[in-house]
């Protein structure tokens, strides 16, 4: 064991545990400075097994670092810049605390060597991300909250309950590929328990939900942690498992379907997850090295550009407060260069050649074709062409263009966001066209050597006509395009009105049978009950008392103290309780150190 | 602000842009038909001049005519359904 290997999520937690500290003039700078030296500690980290403590009778392994890990850890602290500049001018320090230790959760995921380490940190991630929603504090956002954080610990229990009976099958607590050939119990639950934080149908509700209600930066950051941290685990788990194709490709498609539905910006680009994730999943599923090496580059130049699409959006609503299309359109005088930015991003996430997506899902497709899977391959290439005709088209069409006018208060509220605002969209965007032109700096980091070429003149005409002409559709079908003021309803109808009729069941039957029995009680007991009590009430007067309000008197005066600490907010209450809990662990791992 | 008059000077001549446009496209069914080597094509049905082009079209009004007649049967629904 290195004794001086440094854990880079350990930088960020406990770079948020002091952030309140720092004074006001540092504090711009405090917060640019950790995430960029976390971003430094990922790159300058060395393949090997590292951070490997004995806890009780369990090897825990921290920090599992090869090409796999590597990548993915690289992208997700370049996504924490990012992040973190974006929303650089927010002054409310407890929501960067919540972000950096969401990242820290999908960091300490990713280079988690055993289930507990994995499972520790992936309850991290979901149990930080949830402020991020709250933090909205619009009167939906706890209710969207809550549900968030109850649909992520049914994923958790099906991770734990699957690592349990893997353990005990393997004798073993060490996190490597399963056998996807002969599935077990714990294999699948396993995979639902991924599964569910890839947003796989019909696991996938949860996503636009929360991401849709998220703060302008929070979204930013939840749309390349959870999901992408969950590619990262399939990676590593299920590469080769069948099922996962007819998955991905079903998620590719439903995104692009509800996304034609959609009326809010953000909740769009939601949906393009679950399509984009799906191209993923798939690849998992196909599982050879060109699959695997394209879900990895997928996962890494999708988290840039729907972090520039985020942002965008993110700058739309930040400016505006608006974020539905039919409140919107006609920005291009007020917000140019959030177009531009966006644009570049649409055509990012279209896979247009000279952008990221071109080199990154063309390796998925081809790797379809490759095996044979023609069907797989058309179905993915028909869902890029959903792909450009919402984030390529249909956003930037119906915020910056269109005939819709805006209410006059949106209208005067709309200008370019602040200037790190912009600056973060303004690296994402080089990002993305450097990664799209300068392919060999991507594929050398994969996990397999790369043996593919995106720039074939036959690649670059299948591309551009099929986007091209999605184009022409575009416009000619436009009228029937056109957003409407609705919502539509996913598989989270079932949950949201289960809830419902759980109180109904809870405030009729139950409060029915309840008083009954009551009643019962009144009749039958009460009349005994009171000889009883007129008996023992002599004695309670003479002796009882006397003893009873000196303490009554004490916990009065203790009560008075506390309740002063205490405001009866459940979001603050439940921030202390994880930091507190946050703070053990660390406190635990820096113990096991020594 | 530069870029928004940019944008002004091509909005003002926009059949000009569509013409362009449109121009780019028959080029590109003109180039699949006669330049691009189609050898590292997968299937034989790519071998048709301009197949991309009518898959990228005719996906496109697949999408967007069923997702809305999928939308239509009662999946779209009003704003505050979920309010109470």
């Not at chain 1, 759980?502 to 405030?507: D, E, G, K, P, T």
């Not at chain 1, 008083?515 to 009883?532: I, N, Q």
């Given at each position: 064991m290195n004794s001086f290997w440094i854990h880079p999520a350990l930088i960020l937690i406990f770079g948020a545990a002091l952030l309140p500290l720092v004074p006001a003039r540092l504090k711009k700078a405090y917060l640019l400075a950790i995430p960029v030296l976390v971003f430094i500690r990922t790159i300058g980290m060395q393949a090997g097994v590292f951070g490997q403590v004995q806890y009780l009778d369990w090897n825990l392994t921290f920090g599992r670092v090869d090409k796999l890990s590597l990548v993915f850890g690289y992208i997700m602290s370049l996504m924490c810049i990012l992040?973190?500049?974006?929303?650089?001018?927010?002054?409310?320090?407890?929501?960067?605390?919540?972000?950096?230790?969401?990242?820290?959760?999908?960091?300490?995921?990713?280079?988690?060597?055993?289930?507990?380490?994995?499972?520790?940190?992936?309850?991290?991630?979901?149990?930080?991300?949830?402020?991020?929603?709250?933090?909205?504090?619009?009167?939906?956002?706890?209710?969207?909250?809550?549900?968030?954080?109850?649909?992520?610990?049914?994923?958790?229990?099906?991770?734990?309950?699957?690592?349990v009976l893997h353990c005990k099958a393997h004798n073993s607590w060490a996190f490597d590929a399963f056998d996807v050939h002969q599935p077990t119990l714990a294999t699948y639950l396993v995979m639902i328990g991924l599964l569910l934080n890839a947003a796989v149908p019909p696991l996938h509700a949860w996503l636009p939900d929360a991401y849709g209600e998220a703060t302008f930066n929070g979204s930013v950051f939840m749309c390349a942690f959870t999901t992408k941290t969950a590619v990262y685990a399939l990676c590593r788990g299920f590469a080769g498992m069948e099922i996962l194709v007819p998955l991905g490709v079903i998620m590719a498609l439903y995104g692009v379907v509800y996304a034609v539905l959609e009326n809010d910006c953000r909740r769009l680009l939601a949906y393009h997850i679950i399509s984009q994730v799906g191209y993923m999943v798939a690849g998992v599923g196909l599982g050879t090295a060109m699959a695997i090496n394209g879900a990895c580059a997928h996962a890494f130049a999708h988290i840039l550009y729907k972090g520039l699409l985020f942002m965008g959006c993110g700058a739309v609503l930040h400016m505006t407060g608006e974020s539905r299309f039919t409140e919107l359109g006609g920005l291009w005088r007020k917000m140019p260069w959030t177009f531009v930015f966006t644009l570049i991003g649409g055509l990012s996430i279209?896979?247009?050649?000279?952008?990221?997506?071109?080199?990154?899902?063309?390796?998925?497709?081809?790797?379809?074709?490759?095996?044979?899977?023609f069907w797989v391959a058309f179905l993915l290439l028909l869902a890029s062409a959903g792909t450009f005709l919402h984030t390529g088209l249909k956003v930037p069409y119906f915020i910056w263009f269109g005939n819709n006018k805006p209410k006059a208060e949106v209208w005067n509220r709309a200008s370019e966001p602040p200037a790190n605002m912009i600056a973060a969209m303004a690296i994402a965007s080089a990002l993305c066209i450097f990664f799209g032109c300068y392919t060999p700096y991507l594929y050398r980091m994969l996990p397999y050597p790369v043996d593919y070429q995106p720039y074939t003149a036959y690649h670059i005409s299948e591309t551009l006509q099929i986007l091209l002409f999605t184009g022409l559709g575009f416009f000619l079908l436009l009228e029937k395009l056109k957003p409407e003021p609705k919502i539509s309803l996913d598989l989270d109808w079932f949950y949201r009105l289960g809830?419902?009729?759980?109180?109904?069941?809870?405030?009729?039957?139950?409060?029915?049978?309840?008083?009954?029995?009551?009643?019962?009680?009144?009749?039958?007991?009460?009349?005994?009950?009171?000889?009883?009590a007129r008996t023992a009430g002599l004695f309670d007067n003479g002796v009882i008392d006397g003893l009873v309000d000196g303490i009554a008197s004490t916990v009065r005066g203790v009560g008075k103290r506390l309740r002063l600490a205490q405001r009866g907010q459940m979001q603050e209450n439940l921030a202390f309780a994880f930091a507190v809990a946050a703070l053990l662990i660390v406190a635990l791992v820096i113990y096991s150190y020594r | 602000m530069k870029l928004a008059l940019f944008i002004e000077f091509l909005r003002a001549r926009i059949k000009l842009l569509i013409r362009v446009c449109l121009g780019v496209l028959a080029l590109l069914i003109v180039a699949d038909a006669v330049l691009v080597d189609k050898e590292h094509a997968h299937t034989t049905i790519e071998h048709l001049p301009a197949f991309w082009s009518v898959f990228g079209f005719l996906g496109c009004a697949v999408i967007i005519l069923a997702s809305k007649w999928f939308g239509h049967t009662g999946i779209m629904t009003r704003e505050d359904y979920y309010d109470e």
């Open positions: 992040g973190t500049l974006y929303g650089l001018h927010v002054r409310e320090n407890v929501q960067h605390m919540a972000a950096w230790v969401y990242v820290a959760g999908s960091l300490g995921a990713i280079y988690a060597g055993d289930f507990i380490t994995l499972f520790l940190f992936w309850e991290v991630m979901a149990f930080s991300s949830v402020f991020l929603i709250w933090f909205r504090r619009r009167p939906q956002s706890l209710s969207t909250g809550l549900r968030y954080l109850l649909v992520h610990v049914f994923g958790g229990l099906a991770l734990l309950g699957g690592m279209s896979a247009f050649p000279l952008f990221s997506g071109f080199v990154s899902k063309s390796m998925i497709v081809a790797a379809g074709f490759e095996e044979h899977k809830g419902r009729a759980f109180q109904w069941v809870a405030s009729y039957p139950i409060q029915a049978a309840d008083t009954l029995v009551g009643e019962l009680y009144r009749r039958a007991g009460l009349a005994p009950l009171m000889k009883a | -």
